[in-house]
């Protein structure tokens, strides 16, 4: 599963893992992107779409 949202293009970002005594090793943050059906184009097509494109009406779910 490609983890990228179709409509913004959010995607996995990289940071680091930080310890107590602060060394850091390379972590990855993964979008919150969830299969859905949206109309786009008046068609209608099943993709991956994150969390904030679905909750301020970027996408009209089928």
Not at 18 to 41: G, I, L, P
Request: charged share 25%; glycine share 10%.
């Amino acid at each position: 599963m490609s983890r990228v949202c179709s409509i913004c293009g959010k995607g996995q970002t990289s940071g680091n893992n930080v310890s107590h005594s602060n060394r850091k090793t390379k972590r990855s943050f993964k979008a919150n992107v969830q299969k859905v059906s949206y109309v786009q184009d008046g068609k209608t097509e099943t993709g991956y779409v994150c969390a904030r494109c679905l909750k301020s009406g970027k996408v009209e779910r089928v």
